[in-house]
């Protein structure tokens, strides 16, 4: 990275969009009250920078406690919850992203918040795919966390170039989701556990019920929607899964050109109202979901 002089802003939550447009280099100050510190992040136009809710994860990654564990940031974006780990005591961090220019962002943030760089394995990675069959990474993973892109796609190929671009994540904006849903827990030591954000946008039964087959008994709503509740992680019982927090996000409008995919997605795969409209707004519910990796 350049050593020229840098624009630092100070990260304002309700303002998260806009950074999506900034000018590659400017640095965000974003403050961690509940680490009591500050973390420094160098945008890039090609790359997510984080939201409100990924900061919110970051506050959960705090409260876990990650001392000498191995965490893996999955599709991690600018290495926002790298870094945060790591801060938070972890002993080494597997960062992944498709997104070659996430990598080389998580790479320099690390550097920049004067984080070893032996104390993090970034890896360029389509999902799981580069890291099956690896026997210092298949079975030895303490945490998975990860606030995936959410965004369906258009018809036609998708040229990648900006940070939206790389938002867009398949039918439904489910591939990264499934795919941490589907093959995560083989990563994982028994006992370990993910937590992860997922969306109203993308159909929340669907998800509901990947998570039963994969990972077993979870907790559930009584209503259309199931994972409309929120609940304490220790008060779960005997299951392996449960809804944290639920957040109503207000949709930015970077979401609109989506809004009819979203719509007949939830239509075709008989999913609850993806939306929810409050005073003429509209929001999308987000939720943290934690399973744990039961034998």
Not at 100 to 114: C, D, G, Q, S
Not at 134 to 144: A, L, T
Not at 236 to 256: Q, T
Request: with cysteine; charged share 25%; hydrophobic share 35%.
């Amino acid at each position: 990275m350049s050593s020229i002089s840098k624009t630092s802003i100070t990260y304002d939550p309700e303002k998260y969009a806009d950074y999506q447009s900034v000018e590659s280099g400017t640095i965000l100050n974003i403050e961690l009250n509940h680490i009591n510190t500050n973390l420094l992040l160098e945008t890039h136009q090609a790359v997510w920078s984080p939201t409100p809710f990924a900061i919110k994860m970051g506050e959960f990654i705090v409260s876990d406690g990650c001392h000498q564990k191995v965490v893996m940031d999955f599709a991690s974006g600018s290495g926002f919850l790298s870094v945060i780990a790591r801060k938070s005591g972890a002993a080494k961090v597997i960062a992944t992203d498709l997104n070659p220019k996430a990598i080389m962002m998580t790479k320099h943030n690390w550097r920049l918040n004067n984080l070893h760089p032996e104390q993090l394995h970034a890896i360029e990675s389509d999902c799981f795919n580069a890291m099956k069959g690896n026997s210092e990474i298949e079975g030895q993973v303490d945490m998975i966390y990860s606030n995936p892109p959410t965004i369906p796609d258009f018809e036609g190929d998708i040229k990648r170039l900006s940070a939206g671009d790389w938002n867009i994540n398949g039918k439904g904006g489910r591939i990264v989701n499934d795919a941490l849903i589907t093959q995560g827990r083989y990563f994982l030591k028994s006992g370990g556990e993910v937590l992860f954000i997922t969306t109203s946008k993308q159909g929340s039964k669907l998800t509901c019920e990947l998570l039963e087959q994969h990972w077993g008994k979870g907790v559930k709503a009584d209503s259309d929607d199931p994972l409309d509740y929120a609940i304490d992680w220790e008060t779960r019982g005997n299951a392996n899964w449960a809804v944290i927090k639920r957040v109503d996000l207000l949709l930015s409008d970077y979401y609109l050109p989506f809004l009819p995919k979203i719509r007949q997605f939830a239509k075709e795969q008989g999913q609850p109202e993806p939306l929810i409209e409050k005073e003429g707004k509209l929001y999308q519910k987000t939720y943290f979901i934690r399973a744990k990796n039961v034998d």
